[in-house]
């Protein structure tokens, strides 16, 4: 098959002092092999807690997994022990984060930690390691890599130093690479190139990239495929062009509002949409939308929206899409 890794029926909560608390409910989606797909959403909507129960990196007395699977490669990530876990993350599948100043150790130098992660993943020597790491660094863009590997993270640009995180994250030649939020510390410039960095990258080693963002700006620029994401739930998921140009979704309508053009770079925020984002751990049956959708209906108060086709690519969770509800035009997008 195409697919790399499939996320089906997923759910996570969190144990809290108010009880079990949802973050992500049903979440299901495919990352086929060298694509970019986007999860876009708001703060809060599970997005990073996606990201990480990939990784497992959520703690664990306090997470509860109890429906769905994650299968890498023909294999259910979620069956495997923390050994074998440890075996697939940052080797087959690496992620960058937001901050790259909390990845790095701030009293190793540069060169050093990159062939760590090296010979952490491959059986090759020190002197081989060395070159590898000059290799990667200098395919991240850092301008004299063998002399900056003396360097320490803070002596870098925070620029310079997620292009070492990438390094890093692609010492192992992985498969998948999940950037969670890789531009959000950056200013605008910086973030072109490194998003331009990444998608060289792609194209020189064919990496599947899982990218999490509140930014529309870096969805245009990077993905082919987007998931949008609501309280926790993937509430439409279509081609870059069905969602910003077709999308059935009223929230993502209210997304796309706030976006000026398709194929224009810039920092776009998520910041359109009256009304907060619901209380997870005070949700119900309906659909999660509805206290801030224009369109609510009474069935969406008590019934959650089964998910509709809209094409082989597309596909939507909107009581509007159902036969007996009214016919609702999608809005023209504001004038900015
Ligand atoms: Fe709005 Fe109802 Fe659709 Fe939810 S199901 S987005 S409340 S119309
Ligand atoms: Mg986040």
Same mark, same amino acid.
């Given at each position: ?157 925070? %620029?310079?130093? +997620? ?8 010492? &192992?030649? @992985?498969?998948?690479? =999940? *950037?969670?939020? $890789? ?70 309508? %209210?997304?796309? +509002? ?8 810039? &920092?776009? @925020?998520?910041?359109? =949409? *009256?009304?907060? $984002? ?59």
């Amino acid at each position: 098959t195409d697919t790399i890794l499939s996320v089906e029926n997923l759910d996570v909560s969190f144990q809290s002092y108010n009880g079990l608390i949802k973050a992500v409910r049903g979440v299901t989606f495919d990352l086929k092999k060298g694509e970019t797909l986007a999860i876009v959403g708001e703060s809060g909507s599970g997005k990073s807690v996606t990201a990480k129960s990939i990784m497992q990196l959520l703690p664990k007395k306090t997470t509860v997994i109890n429906n769905g699977s994650i299968v890498y490669e023909g294999n259910d990530l979620l069956t495997y022990s923390k050994k074998e876990m440890e075996k697939i993350r940052g080797s087959e599948i690496s992620m960058v984060f937001q901050d790259p100043m909390t990845s790095l150790n701030p009293t190793m130098k540069i060169g050093k930690q990159v062939m760590e992660g090296i010979l952490k993943h491959k059986k090759i020597s020190k002197k081989e390691a060395f070159v590898r790491a000059k290799e990667l660094l200098e395919l991240v863009g850092i301008p004299n890599a063998e002399e900056r590997m003396k360097s320490y993270p803070h002596e870098f640009s925070g %620029g310079m130093r +997620q292009r070492v995180i990438i390094a890093m994250a692609l010492a &192992s030649d @992985p498969s998948v690479l =999940i *950037a969670d939020e $890789p531009t959000t510390a950056l200013d605008v410039t910086i973030q072109a190139q490194i998003l331009d960095l990444m998608k060289n990258i792609q194209k020189k080693t064919g990496t599947s990239i899982l990218i999490i963002t509140h930014d529309l700006g870096v969805v245009v620029n990077m993905a082919k495929r987007v998931a949008v994401m609501y309280a926790g739930q993937i509430v439409e998921t279509g081609t870059l062009e069905e969602i910003f140009y077709d999308s059935k979704h009223p929230y993502t309508w %209210g997304l796309m +509002q706030s976006m000026p053009k398709l194929h224009q770079d810039r &920092s776009v @925020p998520l910041i359109p =949409i *009256a009304g907060s $984002p619901p209380d997870v751990s005070k949700l119900h049956d309906g659909c999660p939308f509805a206290a801030r959708c224009p369109y609510v209906m009474k069935v969406c108060h008590n019934h959650m929206p089964d998910q509709s086709t809209i094409s082989g690519t597309h596909s939507v969770s909107c009581w509007l899409q159902d036969e007996r509800a009214p016919h609702v035009e999608k809005p023209e997008l504001g004038g900015n």
